[in-house]
T-cell receptor
Framework: NAGVMQNPRHLVRRRGQEARLRCSPMKGHSHVYWYRQLPEEGLKFMVYLQKENIIDESGMPKERFSAEFPKEGPSILRIQQVVRGDSAAYFC???????????FGPGTRLTVL | DQQVKQNSPSLSVQEGRISILNCDYTNSMFDYFLWYKKYPAEGPTFLISISSIKDKNEDGRFTVFLNKSAKHLSLHIVPSQPGDSAVYFCAASVVEDEKLTFGTGTRLTIIP
């Protein structure tokens, strides 16, 4: 499977717990982007990472949210102390080192009870 | 501030006819535009893109038109097929390798 992979596909958390969302980019891609889609809305940019570097985090909430893309392993989007308003679909996209089209994974649907 | 707008939340088209989806933008710095198709519970699938140096790009049944002076782009699908029923998002970026700004989507329904 050469596509962008995300896991888990569905995640249920209670208020106050932590959520960890994982993204493995397409083979050969080193740029990773995270987007969030709230119900009945378009996708909103959160963060853009390259290996071991955060390039643009202008869309990340100031508190509780963090992202990383280590030298080895998947990119992780971490949400601490989740609240009901964090319930959304979180999509990861990747692109090639020279830039270009972003290809999306299937998303992780986070539900906060 | 919605920089990319898709003013039609839904569109119904007869199978075999042309589907035209529209998108307007306000940021004159955008120079790369894309269309994605999305089925429920799946991620967006890339369809076609266009850079600001062109006014038209074609790929099979899909054609994207860009009118920079009007800050408007459109996606034409011809002929429309039942499998085209999905939500279509237009997206824009300042450079190819930058964050995408998405519209709110248009739900296209193809009537057999």
């Amino acid at each position: 499977n050469a596509g962008v992979m995300q896991n888990p596909r569905h995640l249920v958390r209670r208020r106050g717990q932590e959520a960890r969302l994982r993204c493995s980019p397409m083979k050969g891609h080193s740029h990773v982007y995270w987007y969030r889609q709230l119900p009945e809305e378009g996708l909103k940019f959160m963060v853009y990472l390259q290996k071991e570097n955060i390039i643009d985090e202008s869309g990340m909430p100031k508190e509780r949210f963090s992202a990383e893309f280590p030298k080895e392993g998947p990119s992780i989007l971490r949400i601490q102390q989740v609240v009901r308003g964090d319930s959304a679909a979180y999509f990861c996209a990747s692109s090639a080192p020279q830039g270009g089209t972003q290809y999306f994974g299937p998303g992780t649907r986070l539900t906060v009870l | 501030d919605q920089q990319v707008k898709q003013n039609s939340p839904s569109l119904s088209v007869q199978e075999g006819r042309i589907s035209i989806l529209n998108c307007d933008y306000t940021n004159s710095m955008f120079d790369y535009f894309l269309w994605y198709k999305k089925y429920p519970a799946e991620g967006p699938t890339f369809l076609i893109s266009i850079s600001s140096i062109k006014d038209k790009n074609e790929d099979g049944r899909f054609t994207v038109f860009l009118n920079k002076s009007a800050k408007h782009l459109s996606l034409h699908i011809v002929p429309s097929q039942p499998g085209d029923s999905a939500v279509y998002f237009c997206a824009a970026s300042v450079v190819e390798d930058e964050k995408l700004t998405f519209g709110t989507g248009t739900r296209l329904t193809i009537i057999p």
